[in-house]
């Protein structure tokens, strides 16, 4: 990514990239330096680097929204691809990689949201209008679905990766069919949430008689966006959590575990990832009335400081032994999982209450990995299994995606490697 | 009915009436220059002159034939300037105008039937009206005698449903109930405009105001839906409203015609039918009781592909991309309902699955189809108006 470090104050938070995220994976230690945005060249006004306001460069040979730094909202979309023509999809993606880049940039859709004819709807919808970009990041990823239900159509039999599997069924998992899948996903992660919805709404509405939403998701994170806070964001139940994600600007640590290299193939994946998806949600009412100590026992960890069973400091290095057998933290560290690691990028949700008063929240699960079969899949067997938070949690949609490499300059667009034969 | 809309279309009507149409008076029929005598007979309308000045014009009507007539000054689209109703045989009467140059018709309406017996006129001088592409003009005339043939249709179907909820034929009201909505669903867009019919006979319960009494002032078909699919009788209130209904449409029917209907207003009244389906239709909230809501649905669509086919013409020459995708989504959309007719109806049947039958997944499905129409849709007024 062409991000560069500006500022001396990291953001741990926007660093480790919360994902509530201990759920899977909840280990100690920090990671390195951060990195902090700056605008996009040509972006329009200029934006202090360092404020939550700036714009993300679109291009680059990754994606942004995977190592960027974790904004502190999140509209996630999964599309059902309508159109059986080629040509047609191939044209929604160039129009949606030139939309995307406007509103990365901060600008509107088209030709803006007024001025133009009185008789025709304006392109973009408007309420972003004033809104800084809000470090904006609009990440794109390609379903199984895709290559199954449309390969033959789109020319795109034998291309899905073999990395893109079909995820197995996992104890315990309850998943709804229509919040999960899809045969293309949107990633909008922003400073501010008007900022995400607005981007998903002006893509869904560009692709309607193309793509059709099938589910989305809205999750937040931070509390505040502003103030550097050095302290891991807890997740839902109250803890501390994802305190050793990978780094957005280790390159070492992400060249390992979440970019596809020249040689995992296909090519057109190269400098890509693949991402996981899951809507966690958690029984907070039962999870209340639990002990102190259960809590703590369940995670491994104790609730204020967050340090890890027999330690003292967040950050010291867990001794795994000292934990229950079931313990979360312990199940889901790369030690006990053979190395497997994933960088997570979820999001809490809270969509209201279920109807029956229970509050319907969670965790918004999102990882990438280089490589699923040794990501995700791992790490959430053993923790499927045995893991005592399972009695307080359910996964209850799920969705796998290919996330191509990223746009490289103004004439490429998302997807051209994979429709074009050309890397 | 719909959450509230406001009735512009009426606002405006009324405002352009104002302008335009002096008033009807009673004469002698003398007059200078802007006098045109109309001698109306059951087969004749003939006008003394086919060419005025603009400014004020008056019509002084003499009836030489047996039946009541109505004579009509009306613009090249159809829509009325002035008008005079019941002018018996053997009487004169006269009407008056206020008029800009311009192209006028005359029609006479002997037995006040039909679409009339028509003359071309001229208004000449003065100020012009802005020019409006001649093939714009006819297709407002054609929509507003689609509108106009859509309500004719209409009393005669929902007089079959009327008709068994007075014999207290519950069966036979209920057969009847959909397909005696089917003209007003085509063209609701219109009705809706003048404010005051919509929610008198198509307004649902969650629909009135919390000053008003559901018992007394819920009118209308769905109040009727609901007696014959929930309550399951009809009493003497249903036969009373059943009545009420046929008067209430019997007024549509009579002022239909005098919608103001534009270019752009037919554009966007065929872009309201599809937000119809999708805020009502797709969620079953149109038909809670009977679930007929496929119908209204198709009603719906086919009203809009009406209002599609006659701007066509221009819409595909500003912008033939935007006609293509019409064409494919209309087409795309009328197949996917298609799936859901029951047994094995043809293009043009009515017999669809009841709405309650429909699936979570089949429902998205169809909504998905009308968002991909409407979309398109949304920018068929700009395309009527572009350029040129």
């Known amino acids: 990514m062409s991000e560069e470090t500006s500022t001396g104050a990291p953001s741990r938070r926007s660093l480790l990239g919360w994902g509530g995220a201990g759920l899977v994976l909840g280990a100690a230690a920090a990671g390195g330096a951060v990195a902090v945005t700056r605008e996009e060249s040509g972006a329009g006004d200029a934006v202090p680097a360092a404020s939550t306001g700036a714009a993300v460069d679109f291009h680059g040979p990754h994606q942004a929204g995977i190592a960027t730094p974790v904004q502190d909202r999140l509209h996630f979309a999964a599309f059902d691809v309508k159109t059986e023509d080629r040509e047609e999809f191939v044209a929604l993606l160039k129009e949606w990689t030139r939309a995307a880049a406007r509103m990365t940039a901060g600008h509107a859709v088209g030709e803006g949201a007024f001025g133009g004819l009185a008789e025709a709807p304006p392109d973009d919808t408007g309420e972003a209008l004033g809104l800084r970009p809000s470090r904006l990041t609009l990440t794109l990823g390609f379903g199984p679905s895709l290559f199954e239900k449309h390969g033959e159509r789109f020319g795109l039999a034998g291309r899905r990766p073999k990395a893109l599997v079909d995820l197995p069924k996992f104890p315990g998992d309850n998943l709804d069919r229509a919040r999960s899948d899809g045969d293309l996903c949107v990633q909008a992660c922003a400073d501010d949430p008007q900022v995400a919805v607005h981007a998903i709404r002006n893509l869904a509405r560009i692709g309607f008689g193309r793509v059709a939403i099938r589910w989305s998701q809205l999750g937040f994170g931070k509390t505040s966006s502003t103030t550097p806070d050095a302290q891991t964001p807890r997740n839902l139940m109250g803890f501390k959590d994802g305190t050793r994600n990978i ?4 390159e070492a640590r992400l060249a390992r575990h979440v970019w596809v290299g020249e040689k995992d193939g296909p090519d057109w994946m190269t400098g890509g990832s693949y991402l996981v998806a899951r809507r966690i949600r958690m029984n907070v009412e039962t999870w209340d009335r639990t002990s102190l100590r259960e809590q703590e026992d369940v995670f491994g960890r104790d609730k204020g400081e967050g340090a890890a069973v027999g330690k003292a400091e967040e950050r010291d290095e867990p001794f795994l032994k000292a934990m229950k057998p079931d313990a979360h933290v312990r199940l889901a560290h790369p030690d006990s999982n053979g190395g497997a690691t994933i960088l997570r990028r979820g999001y809490s949700f809270t969509d209201g209450t279920d109807g029956l008063g229970r509050l319907d929240a969670g965790l918004f699960f999102l990882a990438y990995q280089r490589d699923v079969r040794e990501g995700f899949i791992p790490v959430q067997r053993s923790l499927a299994a045995t893991d005592a938070l399972n009695e307080y949690i359910q996964h209850v949609g799920s969705a796998v995606f290919a996330i191509p490499p990223g746009v490289r300059d103004k004439d490429d667009w998302w997807g051209r490697a994979l429709f074009t034969g050309k890397a | 009915m719909h959450r509230a809309r406001l009735p512009l279309a009426a606002a405006t009507a009324a405002a352009a009436l104002a302008a335009l149409t002096g008033c009807t008076e009673k004469s002698d029929g003398k007059g200078g220059d802007g006098t045109v005598k109309v001698t109306a007979s059951d087969d004749k309308c003939e006008v003394s002159k086919k060419e005025f000045p603009a400014g004020h014009v008056k019509l002084a009507v003499e009836n030489k034939g047996s039946k009541v007539t109505e004579v009509y000054l009306l613009f090249p689209d159809d829509r009325i300037v002035s008008e005079r109703e019941n002018i018996g045989p053997g009487t004169r009467q006269t009407l008056t105008a206020e008029v800009k140059a311009g192209d006028y018709r005359i029609a006479c309406k002997p037995g006040m039937k039909g679409k ?4 071309d006129v001229k208004a000449t001088g003065g100020g012009r009206t802005a020019k409006r592409d001649p093939r714009l003009d006819k297709a407002v005339a054609e929509y507003r005698s689609y509108v106009q043939a859509q309500a004719d249709e209409t009393l005669p179907k929902v007089k079959v449903f009327t008709d068994a909820v007075r014999k207290g034929d519950l069966e036979a009201a209920k057969k009847a ?5 089917i003209g007003w669903e085509r063209t609701e867009p219109v009705a809706e405009s003048f404010g005051d019919i919509d929610p008198k006979v198509d307004v649902r319960e ?9 018992a007394k002032d819920w009118t209308g078909w769905h109040r009727l839906e609901r007696a014959l699919w929930q309550d399951k009788k009809i009493g003497q209130r249903e036969k009373d409203l059943a009545t009420r209904l046929d008067k209430d449409l019997a007024h549509w029917r009579k002022r239909v015609g005098k919608a103001v209907i534009t270019p752009t207003s037919m554009a966007n009244g065929a872009k309201e039918l599809l937000d119809e389906v999708a805020t009502g239709k797709v969620t079953g909230e149109e038909e809670r009781y009977s679930h007929t809501d496929l119908v209204d649905f198709k009603a719906n669509v086919e009203g809009a592909e009406k209002a599609y086919a006659l701007l066509k013409p221009v ?12 064409d494919k989504q209309f087409a795309a959309l009328d ?8 047994g094995k109806g043809t293009a043009d049947s009515y017999d669809f699955t009841a709405y309650d039958k429909v699936g979570k997944a089949d429902r998205k499905e169809l909504l998905d189809g009308v968002n991909a129409l409407a979309e398109p849709l949304s920018k068929l007024a700009a395309a009527v108006v572009a350029s040129k």
């Open chain 1, 247 to 250: 780094a957005g600007t280790d």
């Open chain 2, 116 to 119: 009339g017996i028509r003359q």
């Open chain 2, 177 to 181: 109930y959909a397909p005696s909505r």
């Open chain 2, 206 to 214: 969650d629909g009135l105001a919390d000053d008003q009494d559901p």
């Open chain 2, 315 to 326: 819409a595909s020459e500003n912008d033939p991309a935007l006609a293509k995708e019409l």
């Open chain 2, 335 to 342: 197949e996917l309902l298609g799936r859901h007719r029951a």
